[in-house]
């Protein structure tokens, strides 16, 4: 599975949008990204995959770029609830498994 | 429909001990994955199960083991515990079957303490 980089935290206002990176400069045409966070404590928190398309779901948006090199998690009205570790993970979807690689994350503060 | 439940959620056991926690994946999930964090190693893959098979494994030492029932629950096992094996052990359970991707649905988690 393709590697990926995610910088080590960030900040964002309560109300704002949250724009978290991935960097996956080595991504497969059939390799998936992923995204997951994981509030403290408690077990991680399965947000959004994509492919090509940009992806929207009740939770957020995910932006992949159209060399699929880079991608974008957006949480379009962060709450202090949204406080958590987000992971980008790319990984092939196939029935050879589902194991996840988790890198260090991007430890995400949302401030009143 | 009833998320992924682990027990115990607390346990703490003495170095040379062996330890089972148990997973009850999502009703209809076939596939139950395993995974250990650690403040050092953050979330590493232990293995995963598909319909009582073992499908991956990661890098860790033999006393790490693991079985699936019928009923797609799991256990995993710890032999000769050493003061490292103190992590939040995490379950993750998915449908698993071909035609993906699927996500995973995590437990809370079993925390281990080693003394």
């Known amino acids: 599975d393709a590697k990926t980089t995610q910088p080590p935290s960030m900040d964002c206002a309560e109300g704002r949008a949250a724009n978290l990176p991935c960097n996956h400069s080595?991504?497969?045409?059939?390799?998936?990204v992923y995204w997951y966070r994981q509030i403290h404590s408690q077990g991680p928190q399965y947000i959004i995959h994509?492919?090509?398309n940009n992806e929207t779901n009740e939770m957020a948006s995910l932006i992949i770029t159209e060399d699929r090199k880079s991608s974008t998690l957006i949480l379009p009205h962060a709450t202090l609830r949204d406080t958590a570790v987000y992971y980008c993970?790319?990984?092939?979807?196939?029935?050879?498994?589902?194991?996840?690689?988790f890198g260090g994350g991007t430890r995400l503060m949302v401030k009143p | 429909k009833a998320g992924v439940t682990q027990t115990p959620r607390y346990l703490i056991k003495t170095r040379g001990q062996q330890v089972t926690l148990s997973c009850s994946p999502i009703?209809?999930?076939?596939?139950v994955s395993w995974y250990q964090q650690t403040p050092g190693q953050g979330l590493q893959f232990l293995f995963e199960?598909?319909?009582?098979?073992?499908?991956n494994k990661g890098n860790f030492p033999g006393r790490f083991s693991g079985r699936q029932f019928s009923n797609s629950r799991s256990e995993m096992n710890v032999s000769t515990l050493e003061l490292g094996d103190s992590a939040l052990y995490l379950c993750?359970?998915?449908?698993?079957?071909?035609?993906?991707?699927?996500?995973?649905?995590f437990g809370p988690g079993t925390r281990l303490t080693v003394l």
């Open positions: 993750a359970s998915s449908l698993g079957t071909s035609g993906g991707p699927h996500e995973q649905f």
């Open positions: 080595t991504i497969s045409g059939n390799e998936y």
């Open positions: 994509g492919l090509k």
């Open positions: 993970i790319v990984r092939v979807a196939n029935n050879a498994g589902n194991m996840l690689t």
């Open positions: 009703s209809g999930h076939r596939s």
């Open positions: 199960y598909f319909s009582e098979t073992q499908r």
